[in-house]
């Protein structure tokens, strides 16, 4: 690759490396020279020395290790994820007898009547395979419990108490107060967590413990090899507190906001916010920008509220703690609010997104943006979808059609395919985060984690190790050992763009980062196995050993 014209004398060349550059072709050479924080030249030794070695210029020998672009994960909440531990390290609840010790422990230390929270975790990751009820939550009769599982919460009987919560409550909108044989409700409340008393949202944290619990997730997150992230769901403190990071020079990399909004409010309330947000896509720098659009269409695949094409089944019954045979999950909203909610957004200058999981969701989402494409095509906006768990061809081909981008989190392969491959059709399961038939139809695809809970990369939910990713989309081998429809492997090559070159795509920063070429923004991360020829399992094991953004190290391994 020639110099590019603009330099001369690098600042710094990395030499005698193994420079995975990413580029169309996905070349590999040996150095890379950087000046003025972007990369002046990639190319072989020889030339890269003899073009860009100056009398300052810092060489560095990389002694054959690997370089790879600077990472993405696409989806994730670090504010939450850094608060979760900040007070102290969470146990992993990978069992009924975890929530009872757990639930022990802390009742030893909370004041009797205040509520203890059982941490964000699903019943696909219990070795029960089966969702908590009220009755293992009253291991304490003194506290009110609440087990976190995201779009469905379970509470003890004390907790249904001073809710308020009987067997006469009706069901609010959009939600479930989920009934035992006895016409009694059993603590599964699904969708309707604000029916709960007495929980404080934020367990009282200080807006100066928000910001370092916020700055010291995304430090972790560099020390993982990440050196861009997508915050999967920002509200206005949340913008606030990324804003006074990026203020005071403490962003340690590199944000793009996803503003959510609640599709559950009046539609004439949600246009009127919508018109007079001060900022939507692309507003921003190459530190801190915003996204896109997003709202919730339907709720969770490890908790049975994804809207689903055909019912859970009888497994669902045990897995999600379901008592209707024809359950498919929540469809949040209409397609008919949907399309008027994006097509606001749209006209404000919004990508759009959603969390869709189910195939009932998706095809929701896609018939939305499928009538907004009719009046202009939605492709140039490079709308997504998020999550988009169980697939069809039909899908898949709309989206081709349409433009639409997949944000996808490989590692649920990894955790919850058992509990669903109990539960979902032979069918659907072939189409459960298809990659290659994402690839081979020309989609593309974003990597990412959804981290909402916990600090370590590898044990936290979800985990945000890129290398944990890379490795489930390569394998898709599953906890059991077991691999999860193997024709949907994805080769190792495009298993590092899912993470570098098609997540900036995504974030509209393909020109400037996502691969190491001339020009763009010298983002890139040293790592300690060879990626392209390690052992196929060892790819999960891989360590970053330095981490660089704009040329500046900003993470060394001790």
Not at 6 to 18: E, Q, Y
Not at 77 to 86: D, T, V, W
Not at 200 to 213: H, I
Not at 327 to 341: C, N, P, T, V, Y
């Amino acid at each position: 690759m020639a110099p590019s014209a603009w330099t001369a004398n690098a600042d710094l060349i990395l030499h005698n490396g193994k420079i995975l550059t990413v580029d169309a072709k996905f070349s590999v050479q040996s150095a890379v020279a950087i000046t003025g924080g972007r990369i002046a030249m990639v190319g072989s030794d020889t030339a890269v020395l003899a073009a860009e070695r100056g009398p300052k210029t810092v060489v560095t020998d990389l002694h054959g290790a690997t370089v790879l672009p600077g990472l993405f994960d696409s989806h994730v909440h670090p504010l939450g994820a850094g608060l979760s531990e900040f007070r102290g390290k969470l146990p992993v609840f990978d069992s009924y007898d975890a929530i009872r010790q757990y639930i022990r422990a802390q009742a030893a230390r909370t004041p009797k009547g205040q509520w203890i929270i059982v941490p964000r975790t699903f019943p696909t990751r219990l070795r029960e395979l089966r969702m908590p009820t009220r009755e293992l939550l009253d291991e304490t009769k003194d506290h009110p419990v609440m087990f976190d599982a995201s779009y469905v919460v379970v509470v003890n009987s004390l907790g249904l108490k001073v809710s308020g919560i009987t067997r006469d409550t009706p069901n609010p909108p959009r939600g479930e107060i989920v009934h035992d044989r006895n016409g009694e409700p059993n603590g599964i409340i699904r969708n309707a967590q604000h029916l709960l008393k007495g929980l404080k949202e934020d367990a009282g944290f200080t807006l100066d413990e928000k910001r370092r619990a916020l700055e010291e997730m995304l430090r972790r997150y560099v020390e993982a090899g990440l050196t861009s992230i997508g915050d999967g769901a920002v509200y206005a403190e949340e913008i606030g507190i990324y804003r006074d990071l990026k203020a005071a020079h403490r962003l340690p990399l590199r944000v793009t906001l996803t503003a959510r909004y609640d599709a559950g409010r009046p539609l004439d309330d949600l246009r009127a916010a919508i018109q007079a947000l001060p900022y939507k896509t692309n507003d921003g720098d190459d530190w801190l920008r915003f996204g896109a659009f997003k709202v919730n269409v339907d709720g969770g695949m490890t908790i049975g509220t994804a809207y689903q094409r055909h019912p859970y089944g009888e497994f669902g019954a045990q897995l999600y703690g379901m008592t209707n045979a024809d359950d498919r999950g929540q469809l949040f909203e209409s397609a008919e609010k949907l399309l008027e909610i994006f097509r606001t957004a749209r006209d404000k200058g919004w990508t759009l997104s959603a969390h869709c999981q189910g195939g009932g969701a998706i095809d929701n989402f896609i018939g939305a943006l499928a009538q907004l494409d009719k009046e202009r095509s939605v492709a140039p906006t490079r709308s997504h979808l998020i999550h988009a768990s169980f697939q069809n061809p039909h899908a898949i081909a709309e989206m081709k059609r349409l433009g639409l981008l997949a944000d996808v989190q490989p590692a649920w392969l990894y955790f919850d395919s058992p509990g669903l491959q109990k539960t979902m059709s032979a069918e659907a399961m072939k189409y459960f985060f298809p990659l290659r038939s994402y690839i081979d139809a020309g989609i593309i695809v974003a990597g990412g984690s959804d981290h909402m809970i916990g600090h370590d990369k590898n044990s936290a939910v979800n985990p945000y190790n890129p290398f944990q990713g890379m490795w489930n989309a390569v394998t898709r081998r599953n906890i059991l050992g077991e691999v999860v429809h193997p024709e949907q492997r994805v080769t190792r090559e495009e298993a590092l763009r899912m993470y570098t070159i098609w997540a900036a795509y995504r974030h509209f920063a393909e020109k400037s980062r996502g691969s190491l070429e001339a020009g763009k923004l010298a983002d890139l991360v040293v790592i300690d196995h060879d990626y392209l020829k390690c052992p196929i399992d060892e790819i999960r094991q891989i360590e970053p050993t330095q981490v660089m953004i704009e040329g500046r190290t900003v993470y060394t391994r001790r």
